[in-house]
């Protein structure tokens, strides 16, 4: 059977990874939506730089981040009406942190939440989209190698804020590692 | 002591099915109980990190928000022209929206990571057995043939219970199966009257039954618990090509020749 307009539909489909991945760049839901909302817009004005071939999802996380990148960049140099800078709990200088989020989510959905913006993305896109690297690389425009030293940190930090260790007895010594304490691993 | 051969991102790498074969090999060969924790981090990371986030995606999407993509949408078709919209026919190959399963697994990685778990098994029982060597692949054999776990995997009907004789422990039978090579396994849990769930697959050769996988489901009080103990089964029965479970007449009568 012809579809007739499988880009709306898969666009349609992958709303709710697009809200997730949004819920997650700027920490709170109704901010999501818009971004949800202009990226699909902007995905549908530009059907045609979509190569067939790719994953479609990836192309619009791409779009999702750009746009987020793209309003925090806005914000900054729009002047102190939103004053995210007093924010400091929000690394990512987004408009306004979801309270109610941080008592439904588990604790690990919330460490990942208090990881640093850049990490916190891309275990977003290989853990939890499942995107290869390599796709992965692209969504952000950074090398492969990038990707993957970020993705390690990223795992580690995840690993120790929920005390994930696995395989090895938790030992008082192993708990009183820190993260910065890279020289333990070489 | 902690071996640096790897970098982590090359043991991440390995853990999330990236890497080239030559380098995976060469990790499987030097891989032994330090690096197998340090894979396992990284697979647990990325199986918690997606379980953390799975509710997300069953939050119904706000009305608001669909209605006003569906309107963009209905607007863009009208402004396309039909020859457009053949074109854009190519752009059906996604994957399933919903995707939960892992990328394919680097091909062995499981027996490293069975390996990385192998000393908390030890803890359940006596029923595991060490390894017969670290470079084959058979997996954990099962303490004798004629032991209370041989005995109850070849008897205990899927679905059903059943305990363990000379213990208060209980097996739970969930499945039989072939898997890729052919031969007969069996899914199961046993649980321990005062420690955890283990979560075990086990496949018979003509040197009696062999643990092939095993995780271990530890109570949830302080430490972690992982939460990847079915994905990684998930992973492990993709991995070796499992095929359906078997029905329960079929199952009864592979059970009965492997007692002949």
Known sequence: MIETDPFGKQLVAF????????????????????????????????????????RFDA???????????DHIRRQRTAGPQEDIEQRQDLVGACGERDVEVRFTLNSVAQAI??????????????????????EAAGVLDIPIGTVMSRLARARKNLAEAVGI????????????????DKMRVC | ??????????????????????????????????????????????????????????????????????????EARRRSVP????????????R?????????????????????????????????????????????????????????????ASGEEAVLAGSTDRIRAVATFRDGAGSLCREFEIDSANR???????CHSNHGWAVNFAVVAPARDGGYAPASSSEALDSYLAATGAHEPLSREDEAAALRSLGQ
């Open chain 1, 15 to 54: 709303l709710p990874n697009l809200r997730r991945f949004a819920i997650s760049l700027c920490r709170s839901r109704d901010l999501a939506d818009d971004l949800v909302q202009a990226a699909c817009e902007r995905a549908l004005a530009n059907t045609e730089r979509f190569e067939p071939g790719t």
């Open chain 1, 59 to 69: 192309w619009l996380f791409r779009i999702v981040r750009n746009l987020w990148i």
């Open chain 1, 113 to 134: 939440t208090d990881l640093p913006d850049d990490q916190r993305e891309i275990i977003l896109l290989v853990c939890v989209e499942d995107l290869s690297y390599r």
């Open chain 1, 165 to 180: 260790n696995p395989g090895l007895p938790r030992s008082p010594v192993m708990k009183g590692e820190n993260r910065n």
């Open chain 2, 1 to 74: 002591m902690i071996r640096c051969e790897f970098a982590d991102e090359t043991l991440m790498a390995f853990a999330d099915g990236e890497l080239d074969d030559a380098t995976a090999a060469a990790i499987e060969k030097a891989m032994q109980s330090d690096i197998a924790s340090r894979v396992a981090l990284f697979l647990e990371t990325r199986v918690q990190a997606k379980e953390a986030l799975g509710p997300v995606l069953d939050e119904p999407v706000p009305d608001r928000l669909s209605q006003s993509v569906q309107r963009m949408i209905d």
């Open chain 2, 83 to 94: 020859s457009d919209a053949s074109e854009r026919a190519h752009v059906v190959a996604f």
């Open chain 2, 96 to 156: 399933a929206r919903d995707n939960r399963a892992m990328p394919r697994p680097q091909a062995s990685w499981i027996m490293p990571l069975a390996a990385s778990l192998v000393a908390v098994v030890f803890g359940c029982g006596g029923y595991f057995f060490g390894f017969a060597s670290q470079n084959q692949p058979h997996g954990l054999e099962v303490a004798g043939q004629d032991s209370p776990l041989s005995e109850a995997l070849g008897q205990v």
């Open chain 2, 196 to 202: 955890s769930t283990v979560i075990s697959v086990a």
